[in-house]
């Protein structure tokens, strides 16, 4: 699962207000290399959640991001938006477990998919 | 009919590893699937900007759909709850993210993140009620509200779907509705029993924009008449019932309006099945100055 998956995923589990962002319990950790597209990364730009993001990339051991929400200028610089591609599309979270910030429910992630089906008395 | 495999077993058991397998071997479910995603695809009418959308595929099994949005260059997530099915998404090598997922049990997505969503074969399944707990009624109203606040404002949906009947297609589509979705249904080849494919194709927006509805309508008859002009399959024709959501109703104020107002509202109760007074010529008559 990559971390722009993760940036839009949050728990909706009967009775949780605020279910974003999950945390993540690292096991195993890959990169796959994916194409560079500036226009996509700038459009995503706007739509991301930054704090989550950023937490997140920590979680999996990449601490190149900047801690506070960027200024939209820095788009334009071709060494933020690789980094910001790197944390975005190609961070894999391949095993592990995702887990709700109000109840403590784990989500387990197994070979990159993460199983978000609810229990019954969840719905 | 016993084909159809909703009537067999619920999807994350139907779809076990023998199914999963078949379904992504055979060439023809492939070369069709291949075809619906890219119709879909078609009608979601997304900018011809160049520029890679992010979109969901829900029920996207074993990959098949999103392989169509990755070779157009477009970012995805696929969602599915058939285990069997993902598993061979990974062997399939699938570019998007996947996610095993109960689509009656709503998305969980942050709103307005999405720029389109398409689902092929999958949305009538949603009409099962499988399991003790599942009320179709309620699964299709979880799924519908989700899936609109998760779409960007204009973002459209698209779902191929295999309606059973009549009555199931307008359970659909009323559900859709409820949710704040416009949109209509667009019929490929309604006359052929087999190559006949419904799709439904719903915008998500504003209520200012549905002044702008009709226009959309158009469109999409001029994208099908090109379609009927190109395509060289026999009758081959599309048409298009585009639905909107009714407007508010209007209070009628004016005078001699209120008698109709009155058995017309009465006439509601009735059918609500409440105690109603009959109507006779003293109903929503005015009272005399001296009363």
């Known amino acids: 699962m990559r971390l722009l998956t993760h940036n839009m995923l949050s728990s909706n589990i009967k009775g949780v207000t605020n279910g974003f962002p999950l945390l993540i319990e690292v096991e195993k950790v890959i990169e796959k290399p994916v194409d560079f597209n500036p226009d996509f990364l700038k459009n995503m730009f706007v739509k991301v959640d930054w704090k989550a993001l950023v937490d997140a990339s920590r979680s999996l051991g990449y601490a190149e991001l900047p801690e506070e929400t960027p200024e939209s200028s820095v788009i334009d610089s071709d060494d933020f938006l690789r980094k910001f591609h790197h944390a975005l599309l190609e961070l894999h979270l391949e095993e592990g477990a995702l887990v709700c910030p109000e109840t403590e429910r784990k989500f387990p992630v197994s070979k990159g998919i993460p199983n978000m089906l609810l229990h019954e008395d969840e719905v | 009919m016993s084909s159809r495999p909703e009537l067999k077993a619920p999807p994350e058991i139907f779809y076990d590893d023998v199914e999963a397998r078949k379904y992504t071997s055979s060439s023809r479910i492939i070369e069709i699937q291949a075809k619906l995603s890219e119709r879909a ?86 009409c099962n009620a499988d399991k003790s707990s599942h009320e179709p009624r309620l699964r299709l109203k979880a799924f519908f509200g989700s899936l609109y606040r998760c779409l960007a404002r204009g973002a459209r949906a698209v779902f191929q779907v295999y309606p059973e009947s009549l009555a199931q297609r307008e359970l659909i589509l009323s559900s859709a509705m409820r949710a704040g979705f416009a949109g209509g249904v667009v019929v490929d080849y309604p006359h052929s029993s087999k190559s006949r494919k419904e799709y439904l194709v719903l915008t998500c927006g504003p209520p200012s924009i549905n002044t702008e509805l009709p226009k959309a309508k158009l469109e999409d008859e001029e994208s099908c008449s090109d379609d009927e002009s190109s395509g060289d399959e026999e009758n081959q024709t599309v048409c298009i019932s585009d639905r909107h959501r009714p407007r508010k109703k209007q209070k009628t104020t004016k005078k001699g309006k209120v008698r109709d107002w009155v058995l017309k509202k009465k006439e509601q109760m009735r059918r609500k099945g409440n105690a109603v007074p009959l109507d006779t010529k003293y109903t929503a008559r005015k009272r005399k100055a001296r009363f």
Not at chain 2, 54 to 63: A, M, N, R, T, V
Not at chain 2, 81 to 89: E, G, K, N, R, V
């Open chain 2, 41 to 126: 695809l078609e009608l979601l009418a997304l900018p011809d900007d160049g520029v890679p959308r992010l979109l969901l595929d829900i029920g996207c099994g074993s990959g098949l759909s999103g392989e169509t949005l990755s070779e157009n260059g477009h970012q995805w997530i696929g969602l599915d709850i058939s285990p069997s099915m993902l598993d061979i998404a990974l062997e399939r090598e699938a570019e998007g993210d996947l996610l095993l997922k109960d689509m009656g049990q709503g998305l969980g997505l942050r709103s307005g993140m999405i720029d389109g969503a398409i689902s092929i074969s999958a949305v009538q399944w949603l």
